[in-house]
């Protein structure tokens, strides 16, 4: 059977694509910085972002090389300590920045191809769609749609009577609660001399 969307948040769509591309220009920005300092490839991005401090020095050392002497070997870890390596505060604040993003650390959503950060289009679609229902059969279809009519017609029911002069002096409301039964759901009855009050109001 085919399965129809019977119900999408665009809110939440909309929030989720902005925070996919906060988040791709953060990392973007990252990334830019490291290719600046040439020190080799980014290896492990999430590594940079967690402790930058401790990658970058990992990088800078996979790089140095000793000088050859011819009669003694030099101790590569003395070495690095005499070397003037610059302290790259730019990356470090770059590597702050990404790790506040708000999708960073769905570490499968994003991969490095080439010089450039790009999210996985299925892994977003996910995210972006987690709020939308989908519905096969006939009786999901006309239950869904059951559901969301009472949701919406609660809600407009509630703005209207929320913001209408003098409702809130009703001598009775237009519906009695005669029972509960589903969880969170009452039985209501009509209630004329509350209708007919209310309707006094408009």
């Known amino acids: 059977m085919k399965a129809d969307i019977i119900y999408q948040d665009p809110v939440h769509q909309e929030q989720v694509k902005k925070e996919l591309e906060t988040t791709r220009l953060k990392l973007q920005n990252l990334l830019d910085e490291w290719i600046g300092l040439d020190i080799g490839p980014?290896?492990?991005w999430f590594q940079l972002i967690q402790n930058p401090t401790r990658h970058y020095s990992e990088a800078v050392r996979s790089v140095v090389e000793v000088p050859a002497t011819s009669r003694y070997q030099?101790?590569?870890?003395?070495y690095m300590q005499i070397l003037d390596v610059p302290t790259p505060n730019t990356l470090y604040l770059k590597a702050k920045e990404a790790?506040?993003?708000p999708l960073t650390g769905i570490l499968d959503l994003w991969r490095i191809e080439g010089n450039k950060f790009v999210v996985d289009a299925d892994r977003a679609d996910e995210l972006?769609?987690?709020r939308?229902?989908?519905a096969t059969t006939p009786e999901q279809k006309k239950l869904a749609a059951d559901v969301c009519k009472y949701v919406e017609l609660s809600k407009s029911l509630?703005?209207?009577l929320s913001n209408m002069p003098g409702a809130g002096y009703l001598t009775?409301?237009?519906?009695?609660?005669?029972g509960r039964q589903f969880p969170?759901?009452?039985i209501l009855e009509m209630e004329p001399e509350g209708l007919r009050d209310l309707l006094s109001k408009v």
């Open 132 to 134: 939308s229902v989908v």
């Open 42 to 44: 980014l290896e492990n």
């Open 74 to 78: 030099i101790n590569k870890d003395l």
């Open 172 to 178: 009775s409301l237009p519906w009695q609660i005669t």
């Open 184 to 186: 969170g759901m009452f």
């Open 128 to 130: 972006i769609f987690a």
């Open 158 to 160: 509630t703005a209207t």
């Open 99 to 101: 790790q506040k993003a």
